[in-house]
Every structure is written in structure tokens, then in C-alpha cells.
């Protein structure tokens, strides 16, 4: 079982690019969830998915960014035009359920750095 | 809403004493309560959790936490730190209201000394 999967590790953009962060759930984890974590700070939730559906995105910002999680393939955080207050840790985690009863999975990050 | 103090940005100890790093929480309903570990650049690790039962959980690594319902904590404990406990530890409690995923406090930095 190879455990929640995230790349890359690290991510250096420009400013004004694109960034796209890539998880792969645990086997026969069907629910998802994004966080980022500032610099001295904890984790801070994003979205919330399940297999082409976005269940809650109340911690997403507004614009430029975007989540999915297809049918087939690892969910995808994309976050467009990149500005230097995106570098951060971005974590993915996953569970089987979306109760919490089973704890959730977490994966080891990407770490964005935007020059 | 939901929220989680972890009231100590830091917490030193000297290896072989006990050691706890505290928490409390606020949140409609049943608390779902977790623990999590980080190591420098790395993601978080999972310590123990409380859902229901017994109010002292017991997880990973020798750590156990105490669930307090009347004071709304979950402190972390292990009975003789060890150097490599050292590191960045999270409390965090399900979203409330029907909502998944995690609320974190902002963490605590455990220092074990030689």
C-alpha cells in the first residue's frame, strides 16, 4: 500500500505561470481533501472532493484556483497566474469515508515556491 | 465554527520526563479528535484519535491523549520523552455541522533535550 501520493515534491514557478499539484489517494480511498500550510502556521482546509464531484470548497480562494478529482487519475489542485503569497505547502489527504470515523490519510506535500 | 488552540508555540522537555503538549477545542456536537506529527519537510503522520469510548487514547510511538469533555481538551502525553520526539505536533478536530475534513490548531514545536 504506497500511501497517499503527491508530486511533486517541489514546484518552482514564475509568476503570472501555472501550477498544477497532482494526489493519489490510498487504495479504496474515494475522498480527498486539500490543505495548505503557510510558514509557521498549521494546516488550513481548501476543498473537500470525491470522484468528480467537489463536495465543499468554502476554503478555496475565489479566483485562480481550482480542484479536481476525475474518474480516472489523481486529483488535481490548479492554481492559475501564480502570485509570491501561493508558496506554501500544499497537503492532500484521503479517507474511505467521508465520516472521519476512519481518520484520514495524509500525503507527504508539494512544496510551491513562487520567484 | 469549528476552532483548536494548542496554547504553547513551543514545549521543552528533558529526555526521559514526561511530556505533554495541550489542546482544546471548539465544535457543535461530538467531538472527532486527532493528533498528528510533522518532521522537517515531511508530511504529517498520524498519532491517535478519539471518536468515542475510553477517554484516554493510546496511539503511536508510546503518545496517549486524554478526551475532557467539561474542559474541551485533548492533551498529548507520553510518560519519558525521547530525543526523537522532537518535532511539530498538530491537534485538529473534525468540521463541525456536517462538514468533512479537518481543523487544525497551529501546532506546537516539542523540543526533547539531551
Known amino acids: 500500500n504506497a500511501g497517499v501520493m503527491q508530486n511533486p515534491r517541489h514546484l518552482v514557478r514564475r509568476r503570472g505561470q501555472e501550477a498544477r499539484l497532482r494526489c493519489s489517494p490510498m487504495?479504496?480511498?474515494?475522498?480527498v481533501y486539500w490543505y495548505r500550510q503557510l510558514p509557521e502556521e498549521g494546516l488550513k482546509f481548501m476543498v473537500y472532493?470525491?470522484?468528480?464531484?467537489?463536495?465543499?470548497e468554502s476554503g478555496m480562494p475565489k479566483e485562480r484556483f481550482s480542484a479536481e478529482f476525475p474518474k480516472e487519475g489523481p486529483s488535481i489542485l490548479r492554481i492559475q497566474q501564480v502570485v509570491r503569497g501561493d508558496s506554501a505547502a500544499y497537503f492532500c489527504?484521503?479517507?474511505?469515508?467521508?465520516?472521519?470515523?476512519?481518520?484520514?490519510?495524509f500525503g507527504s506535500g508539494t512544496r510551491l515556491t513562487v520567484v | 465554527a469549528q476552532s483548536v488552540a494548542q496554547p504553547e508555540d513551543q514545549v521543552n522537555v528533558a529526555e526521559g520526563n514526561p511530556l505533554t503538549v495541550k489542546c482544546t477545542y471548539s465544535?457543535?456536537?461530538?467531538?472527532?479528535l486527532f493528533w498528528y506529527v510533522q518532521y522537517p519537510n515531511r508530511g504529517l503522520q498520524f498519532l491517535l484519535k478519539?471518536?468515542?469510548?475510553?477517554?484516554l487514547v493510546k496511539g503511536s510511538y508510546g503518545f496517549e491523549a486524554e478526551f475532557n469533555k467539561s474542559q474541551t481538551s485533548f492533551h498529548l502525553k507520553k510518560p519519558s520523552a525521547l530525543v526523537s520526539d522532537s518535532a511539530l505536533y498538530f491537534c485538529?478536530?473534525?468540521?463541525?455541522?456536517?462538514?468533512?475534513?479537518?481543523?487544525f490548531g497551529k501546532g506546537t514545536h516539542l523540543i526533547i533535550q539531551p
Open positions: 489527504a484521503s479517507s474511505p469515508s467521508g465520516q472521519g470515523k476512519t481518520g484520514y490519510t
Open positions: 487504495k479504496g480511498h474515494s475522498h
Open positions: 472532493l470525491q470522484k468528480e464531484n467537489i463536495i465543499d
Open positions: 465544535v457543535s456536537g461530538n467531538p472527532y
Open positions: 478519539y471518536i468515542t469510548g475510553d477517554n
Open positions: 485538529a478536530v473534525r468540521r463541525g455541522g456536517g462538514a468533512d475534513g479537518l481543523t
